[in-house]
């Protein structure tokens, strides 16, 4: 059974609109949570993360929202811009031993 | 920025075939990481190193060994290539093993053949 869901396999949005990605986790036990951008042919990068002592962290147009009592978590990029088309994946854990990956959301900005 | 390299960006080997996945990193992490990733099952974790020389097995550790002689260096060994290793590999590393995040190579994609 999936600990770190994305129910979302795809997601398109206009350019300068938000977009919001979102991943649902089953651990109550996850203390850290991070989501990272993929291209094709690359490895995946790391965009932002949020301890569980904290609701929200921003990073430019990246902002994370952590809801504990929905186990829910959300990714908000504003504005969005094609450059942000990419596959976006969130991760939650303990530690990195144990660090549990959702399936991925494939984003489309277009123009 | 950290960088984690991998040697190899594509390869294609025979089944049966001995074939070693090279991963540098040049941030000092104690942490290295080797991930596969398949269509439909996401990123799994094949071993992990919090040390030189010191390792242990993840998720899917059976027919991968692996080594660290030297602390920015991780290599992962398929002893005997099989086809259901076809696949996206993926090497990380990650200062701290709590509250850090990993830090992806480029992949190899491995084709056996």
């Known amino acids: 059974d999936q600990q770190v869901k994305q129910n979302s396999p795809s997601l398109s949005v206009q350019e300068g609109r938000i977009s919001i990605l979102n991943c649902d986790y089953t651990?109550?036990?996850?203390?850290?949570f991070l989501w990272y951008k993929k291209y094709p042919a690359e490895g995946p990068t790391f965009l932002i993360s949020?301890?569980?002592i904290k609701d929200k962290n921003e990073d430019g147009r990246f902002t994370v929202f952590l809801n504990k009592s929905a186990k829910h978590l959300s990714l908000h990029i504003v504005p969005s811009q094609p450059g942000d088309s990419a596959v976006y994946f969130c991760?939650?854990?303990?530690?990195?031993?144990?660090?549990?990956w959702g399936l991925g959301t494939s984003l489309a900005v277009n123009p | 920025d950290v960088k984690v390299t991998q040697s190899s960006r594509y390869l294609v080997k025979r089944t049966g075939e001995k074939v070693f996945l090279e991963c540098v990193q040049d941030m000092d992490h104690e942490n290295m990481f080797w991930y596969r990733q398949d269509p439909g099952l996401g990123l799994r974790l094949i071993y992990f190193s919090y040390d030189v020389k010191m390792k242990e097995k993840g998720d899917i550790p059976e027919g991968y060994s692996v080594s660290r002689e030297k602390k920015e260096r991780f290599s992962l060994i398929l002893e005997s290539a099989s086809t259901n290793q076809t696949s996206m590999y993926l090497c990380a590393s990650s200062r701290t093993l709590s509250n850090s995040p990993l830090h992806f190579g480029n992949g190899t994609r491995l084709t056996v053949t």
């Open positions: 651990n109550s036990m996850f203390d850290y």
């Open positions: 991760a939650a854990s303990e530690d990195n031993r144990k660090l549990i």
């Open positions: 949020i301890s569980s």
